[in-house]
């Protein structure tokens, strides 16, 4: 979850800064506004041909002289029309196949550059065209389709987020059947495309479906322009509440009515320009425009009148309403509030006649916004620059201004702060960093003010308190570049909330922290807070008010304050806030313990054998610790080990007891030093469950570069997918920041195993062992091997090569490229890395059914199929699941209450949004004391805790592709 004022609109509002509709306040005004030139789209009538074209790559007239023609007529980034396209689009369809016909003149390179030879390969820095697809019904889920001049094609299906307007991930493993037929005539290349629109777009491609599209021809490198069919405002050419629309017609599109139409796509053709929140300051207007792209090709289609109603919330009874008329291209319509209103509200147009318009747009007033300073609707830059995921794990974008050049824009505002990136210290988690950084800034044209980024805040406040009116700020960068992320502007004084964070043990590890803000026990406001070179941090805009403030990372424990802030511009100085380090998470040193990710699988009445520290003779007694109950161990087998008198260590044999329930545990081990009695927490250690099943599932990611608190929640929603899903361990590659990692993980209830990258930090030993290191369930057996691959691998091989009865073997690597030999003498199945997307060298020679595996993209699983002799499936078949960093896992449970032992009955319904079938999904009921029945799944174990309070019930459930099920928990007759 994101910082609550960082949504990413054009204006975006910060939600904490609402206040609930009180009193009777005058009703919110609707109303025309000014007729100003809506952003234009195109829209298309695509003719039915006659007869499917042949696919030869031939552009035979008397195949396309009926088609449609898909004029380029508009530059990246700009609506300005372009003078002559040098590419030429034409489109059809039949039987429910999109057929586009592309001719590009031989004025591009005088040979295509192809740098792909296989399906998805960077086709996109190919000259070469763009196909962007969607339904007006599923905005958010376009597809790309993408061809160079030789026909190597690229595809991806791609989730979008509307309101940030930007990508949130991109399925590269989607390949649906759509087919390219490329030629190189005398003046020219051609090329003839065939689109299934059920494959691809779930279309049954008929007549009056209509769909949302963008043609785009590419130049290699990205060298403008890059031309479209409709006008992409910004860099992106994902964006799909700017696409065009076209309707499949019949072989006359003129003769085109709305009874052609089906009432299903009403809604795809009268069109908002925004299909996205809508934020706007205290008092502000915000204007929405109805836009109908087919106006002109579509006979009867937009209503006279439009009545528009505004009711709060999204169920909420209507505050104000009004009867506007409606000009038949577009209209604009404005929306006020008054003092008081701030919140969240819903306009709701609807329209009667043949074609009923009903159409509703969310939208918010608040006392405080975010501008982004990436966001073209916010800001202008004039000069260079370029936009940078920075850090790259978070999904947020930073501007970055090359010297001289210029940010700037004119807000009606009386505040405004401005943000800067986080700015790591060194050595930091090699990201590169903007700390030395220098920039100035200025107000309507007043003096320039020097920012030293090593030097100041995050949070820099700019102007306070100016008169009512427009104001212009402008930024540069000095002597170098400058990063901004952006800003926050309100019509009051703005408050400031500040101090430092560092914790008690590993302070140099402690990046960013979340900062939870309550009032009268709700959360008014959550984000991300702390500069890691200072430990600063700033709050910004909290209206006057009791506080309650919580901070918290993975790994330490929260810390709380009470605040009070008397008046508007306040300034409040919080102090030092320390984080204490969980006493369970604290690392051990030298002493090779089972800890953290190095955790021991085994079943009840087994035994293991560990390093322990020997002093006065070694642990006096031993028990297994999870959150509901405390098992004593045996212990036999001592035996001193003589490292010199500086280390006292001896290995001790612990027996597991019988019936035991299936958990996993921390070990806690008693010593006697001196007077008292000192006991050892070791998190995530021994996990007791059932032997390794003939047939399981490994979960792999790689390369989320956990650096954070932000990051790390991100750790745990992909730990929690894969442990839901029921898979066997998780695969953790290349990772940054042990203590986060840790903290992260160190409640999740499967094994998982990590190793070190490119980015790592110190202490990674401290946490989780000198690599490499091993972990054992049974006869699988995974080693990790952190370090780079033209390092030796011999200690990495003799871990695997020891173990002769291990038959499933498995490499954690950083990147996967060890030397064929180690590799066959291993017997390896599976190397899982984190790093480069690169083929092995030597992949052709690998032994039979061995994989080179990773997870393609920072937002996503591997799903490894496995067997107790190795991989059980093919590369191609080992799915890939898109988890996005900020919504919903596609595969999530979902409880009818609180999960924590206080109901007395409770429902789970599992939701499966991705396209493969969990037959062994994994769910754990925590209820109060008490006998139960499950419906909907089968019981695995079912214990009650020691104190008696919670009865434990752990579930397996099959959950269908692209469903749900439900596993009910009720009171037992």
């Given amino acids: 979850m994101r910082h609550a004022w960082v949504t990413l609109t054009p204006v975006v509002v910060c939600c904490a800064f609402f206040r609930a509709f009180a009193g009777e306040a005058t009703p919110i005004t609707i109303e025309a506004a000014d007729a100003k ?29 009926q088609a449609t023609e898909m004029p380029l007529r508009f530059a990246t980034g700009s609506n300005q029309a372009v003078g002559k396209p040098d590419a030429r689009f034409r489109a059809g369809h039949k039987d429910g196949v999109l057929y586009l016909l592309i001719e590009f003149d031989w004025n591009a390179p005088a040979e295509p550059k192809a740098t ?20 007006s019904a599923h905005l958010d889920r376009p597809v790309q389709l993408l061809l160079n001049l030789k026909g190597i094609q690229g595809d991806y299906a791609i989730k979008y987020d509307l309101e940030r307007d930007r990508v949130v991930t991109k399925d590269e493993n989607w390949n649906p059947p759509w087919t390219v037929k490329c030629s ?98 205290s008092g502000r207007p915000a204007a929405c425009v109805l836009l109908n792209p087919l106006n002109d090709l579509v006979k009867g289609l937009c209503p006279d009148e439009v009545k528009a109603e505004v009711a709060r919330g999204a169920g909420g009874a209507a505050v104000s309403s009004s009867v506007l008329k409606w000009n038949s291209g577009a209209s604009r319509i404005s929306v006020k509030s008054h003092a008081g209103e701030t919140g969240g509200y819903k306009l709701s147009l609807t329209s009667a006649g043949k074609l009923p318009l009903n159409y509703a747009l969310t939208f918010s007033w608040s006392d405080c916004l975010y501008l982004e300073a990436c966001n073209p609707d916010a800001c202008k830059i004039t000069g260079k620059s370029s936009t940078y995921d920075y850090p790259r794990t978070v999904g947020r974008k930073v501007v970055v201004l090359k010297k001289d050049t210029q940010l700037s824009f004119t807000r009606d505002a009386r505040s405004f702060v401005l943000r800067l990136p986080i700015a790591f210290p060194p050595p930091g988690p090699y990201y590169g960093t903007p700390l030395l950084q220098k920039l ?22 700019i102007a306070d308190g100016l008169p009512e009116g427009p104001h212009t700020i402008v930024v540069e960068a000095v002597d170098g570049e400058a990063w901004l992320d952006g800003f926050l502007v309100a019509d009051e004084r703005m408050s400031r909330i500040h101090g430092t964070i560092h914790a008690d043990e590993l302070d140099e590890l402690l990046t960013d922290v979340r900062a939870e803000i309550r009032q009268d026990g709700r959360i008014v406001r959550t984000e991300y807070v702390r500069a890691p070179h200072t430990g600063n941090f700033d709050l910004h805009g909290l209206k006057p008010g009791a506080y309650t ?58 035994s293991f054998t560990a390093v322990c520290p020997n002093s006065g003779g070694g642990p006096l007694k031993a028990a297994l610790v999870s959150r509901f109950k405390t098992i004593e161990l045996a212990l036999s087998e001592r ?31 008693s010593y006697k030093v001196k007077r008292w009695e000192q006991i050892y927490k070791l998190a995530q250690s021994v996990c007791v469950r059932e032997p390794l099943p003939e047939n399981y599932f490994l979960a792999g990611c790689g390369h989320t570069n956990t650096w954070g608190q932000e990051t790390s929640e991100y750790l745990v929603k992909l730990a929690e997918t894969a442990r839901l899903a029921g898979a066997r361990a998780l695969l953790i590659a290349n990772e940054v920041n042990a203590a986060y990692v840790a903290g992260a993980l160190s409640d999740l209830s499967i094994p998982y195993v990590t190793c070190s990258g490119n980015h790592t930090l110190p202490h990674w030993e401290e946490h989780f062992g000198a690599q490499p290191l091993v972990c054992d369930d049974g006869p699988l057996r995974i080693v990790t091997f952190g370090r780079a691959p033209f390092e030796s691998w011999l200690d990495a091989e003799r871990l695997l090569t020891e173990r002769a009865d291990a038959s499933a073997r498995v490499w954690l690597c950083f990147e996967g490229f060890a030397p064929l030999e180690a590799i066959r003498k291993a017997e390896v199945d599976v190397i899982f890395d984190g790093h480069s997307e690169d083929e092995h060298p030597d992949a052709a020679q690998f032994p039979k059914g061995t994989l080179k595996l990773r997870a393609p993209s920072q937002q996503s699983l591997r799903w490894i199929p496995m067997t107790r002799q190795g991989a059980a499936a093919a590369e191609k078949e080992c799915t890939v699941l898109a988890v996005p960093r900020d919504d919903k896992s596609p595969l999530r ?15 789970a319904k599992i939701v499966n949004e991705f396209d493969l079938k969990f037959e062994h999904a994994w769910l754990r009921f925590v209820l109060a004391a008490g006998k139960y029945a499950v419906n909907g799944g089968k019981v695995l174990q079912n214990f009650d805790s020691d104190d008696k309070k919670f009865t434990i019930l752990d579930v397996e459930a099959a959950v269908p592709a692209h469903g749900e099920c439900s596993v009910d928990a009720k009171p037992a007759e």
């Fill in 184 to 281: 190189r005539a005398e003046k020219q290349y051609v090329s003839e495309i065939a689109i299934p629109l059920r494959e691809v777009l779930g279309l049954e491609g008929k007549l009056g479906e209509v769909l949302r599209m963008d043609l785009v021809r590419n130049r290699a490198g990205g060298v403008p322009p890059e031309l479209h069919w409709s006008p992409i405002e910004g860099a992106a050419n994902c964006r799909p509440d700017y696409f065009g629309v076209a309707v499949l017609a019949g072989e006359d599109p003129a003769a085109l009515t709305a009874a052609d139409l089906k009432i299903s796509s009403l809604n795809e053709v009268l069109l908002l320009e925004r299909k996205k929140p809508v934020a706007e300051l």
């Fill in 440 to 461: 100035r800034y200025r107000v309507d044209a007043g003096a320039w003010n020097p920012v030293t980024v090593a030097a100041s805040p995050r949070e820099i406040l």
């Fill in 639 to 669: 035996k001193p080990l003589n490292f010199g008198r500086f280390h006292e260590l001896g290995t001790v044999t612990f027996k597991i007891p019988d019936g035991i329930p299936l958990d996993m545990y921390d070990l806690h081990l």
């Fill in 37 to 65: 030139p809506a952003w234009p789209r195109p829209g298309a009538a695509i003719v039915q041909l006659s007869k499917a074209p042949e696919l030869d790559g031939v552009a035979s007239p008397d195949e396309w002289k």
């Fill in 893 to 907: 449970a979902e409880f009818s209450a609180a999960n924590d032992g206080t109901a007395q009955e409770l429902s």
């Fill in 116 to 135: 792909a030879d296989k399906r998805d390969g960077p086709v996109w820095d190919d000259d070469g065209a763009e196909i962007f697809l969607c339904s």
């Fill in 549 to 606: 403030l919580r901070f918290s990372a993975s790994g330490w424990e929260p810390a709380e304050l009470s605040v009070t802030i008397k008046e508007a511009g306040a300034q409040l100085d919080a102090g030092l806030v320390v984080l204490k380090r969980q006493e369970r998470l604290q690392p051990w040193g030298e002493d090779k313990l089972p800890r953290f990710g190095q955790t021991i699988s085994l079943q009840p009445g087994g």
